[in-house]
């Protein structure tokens, strides 16, 4: 079965400090991908970042980075210079690509970040 | 930029009556699904659909929900006999276009009241 825990039910921080949104997930798909989605306070869900299970770089982009480790099976997001918009649930998801397998995404229960002027 | 639509934004209904939820997905995407999220819990799949049938669903899609494209452009949910527990923001996500072919995009959520 597939799972994925977000162990940080709420996150407190004051803006322009850096913060990590851990995930850590179970699958027993050899391929698969991890997600990131960003809920705001108006209630949809924001696409963040895709990443592929066979490729273990870490992803920049603009403030925000991504810590893929197999090894531990472990999906961090990183928040740097973390600013007032930024307040929102992070959402981490998992899909395993096997063969013929579930399209579904599995999702964790979310950690809400509030950064605080 | 292309994106998922749904509507309404908010339905209020009463116990037992039937609901149908509407979501428009991105036009050249072949992959489309519902998911809904109980307030303040994690979000949560229902069910897949693709070349016009259900290829997934979850537990939670009983015989109270069904789901259907009836035309070129929309994709519905519907559930028959709305219960208090049904209350939650349903998501509608389709995926499959040429540029981001394994994201799935949601749509902005339909919240459903059940009182």
């Known amino acids: 079965a597939q799972k994925v825990t977000q162990a940080q039910t709420e996150i407190s921080v004051v803006e322009k400090e850096d913060v990590t949104l851990d995930c850590v997930y179970e699958?027993?798909?050899?391929?698969?991908?991890l997600f990131w989605y960003k809920q705001p306070p108006s209630g949809e869900l924001v696409f963040l970042i895709r990443r592929n299970s066979f490729d273990e770089q870490n992803e920049i982009s603009g403030r925000y980075s991504w810590n893929f480790q197999k090894s531990t099976s472990s999906f961090n997001f990183t928040i740097t210079a973390s600013q007032v918009v930024d307040s929102a649930v992070y959402f981490c998801a998992l899909r395993g690509l096997t063969q013929g397998g579930s399209e579904k995404l599995v999702f964790g229960k979310g950690t809400k970040l509030t950064v605080n002027p | 930029e292309p994106e998922v639509t749904q509507t309404p934004s908010h339905q209020v209904t009463q116990m037992g009556q039937e609901v149908i939820l509407r979501c428009v997905p991105i036009s050249n995407h072949l992959y489309f699904y519902w998911y809904r999220q109980i307030l303040g819990q994690k979000v949560e799949f229902l069910v897949s659909f693709y070349n016009n049938e259900i290829s997934e669903k979850s537990e939670i899609f009983d015989d109270q929900f069904s789901v259907e494209r009836p035309d070129g452009s929309n994709f519905t949910l519907k559930i028959r006999s709305t219960k208090l527990e049904d209350s939650a923001m349903y998501f509608c996500?389709?995926?499959?276009?040429?540029?981001?072919?394994?994201?799935?995009?949601f749509g902005p959520g339909t919240r459903l009241t059940v009182l």
């Open positions: 996500a389709s995926r499959g276009g040429t540029r981001s072919p394994n994201e799935q995009f």
């Open positions: 699958t027993r798909d050899t391929t698969y991908y």
